[in-house]
């Protein structure tokens, strides 16, 4: 079995019985299939194919994850892989923006992740660092989708301890004038998340999982469409 026959397989252990959760699961065979095409461009490196791999391991992983999770009614830990799955996604975009590719990507690959705010270089000479930050607004500015930048900074209250996280352990209701409190949490997580905020985190891993297996794709292409993207240049 090779690679993806074996991470594919994996995932027929993980069952969502909602029919959403079965399409956020047909996004992992949809970007082994984007994954398997870049493999056979012979345009494209081995670090790049390295590079995918992991991009693709990440993507299968949080999908997983996220499936879980919100299976045991832990939403509060599901919400965090969102986040995370926000990272993969800015990651396989930096590749995209920042050249000479080969070398971004072995910096991301090899290097050490103290060194992440390494400089870069606009075409007028204007430095700036490499985070994730400056690639939510990149992303916005060279994509059609413009709430990224909203995306990740939801999302990361979930993974840092904030009044989001305290929000859904303990549900506040006041009925009338006096104040109901109601303790929501239980050996599984947080179990009384509100409605509105669940269909947001899997509407979210799935707009996330859509921009993946779409820059994915590109990959498949000749490399003068694959660059259009080139607006930064490493400093040597």
């Not at 690679?3 to 956020?24: A, H, N, P, R, T």
């Not at 705010?117 to 007028?124: A, D, G, L, V």
């Not at 060279?142 to 859904?168: D, G, P, S, W």
């Not at 509105?196 to 979210?204: L, M, Q, R």
């Amino acid at each position: 079995m090779n690679y993806i026959g074996f991470v594919m397989s994996s995932f027929k252990k993980y069952s969502f019985q909602d029919s959403k959760g079965i399409e956020l699961k047909a996004k992992s065979e949809e970007l082994s299939k984007a994954q398997l095409t870049a493999f056979t461009n012979g345009n494209i490196s081995t670090e790049r194919n390295m590079f995918n791999v992991a991009i693709s391991n990440m993507f299968y992983s949080n999908i997983a994850a996220f499936i879980t999770l919100s299976e045991k009614g832990n939403f509060l830990a599901a919400n965090a892989v969102v986040r995370m799955h926000i990272d993969c996604l800015l990651k396989l975009f930096s590749s995209f923006i920042i050249s000479p590719e080969e070398d971004w990507i072995k910096f991301m690959l090899f290097s050490d992740s103290s060194q992440d705010n390494k400089k870069i270089k606009y075409t007028n000479g204007k430095k700036t660092d490499i985070n994730y930050k400056f690639l939510y607004q990149q992303f916005e500015k060279h994509t059609k989708n413009k709430n990224i930048e909203a995306l990740y900074k939801y999302f990361c209250k979930y993974v840092h301890m904030t009044e989001a996280q305290f929000r859904q352990c303990i549900a506040f209701k006041a009925p009338f004038k006096e104040a109901e409190w109601r303790a929501c949490t239980n050996i599984n997580g947080i179990q009384d998340m509100f409605e509105n905020d669940v269909k947001y985190s899997y509407n979210a891993m799935l707009q996330i999982s859509n921009e993946i297996i779409a820059f994915m794709k590109l990959l498949k292409l000749p490399e003068k469409y694959r660059t259009i993207y080139k607006k930064f240049s490493l400093i040597s």
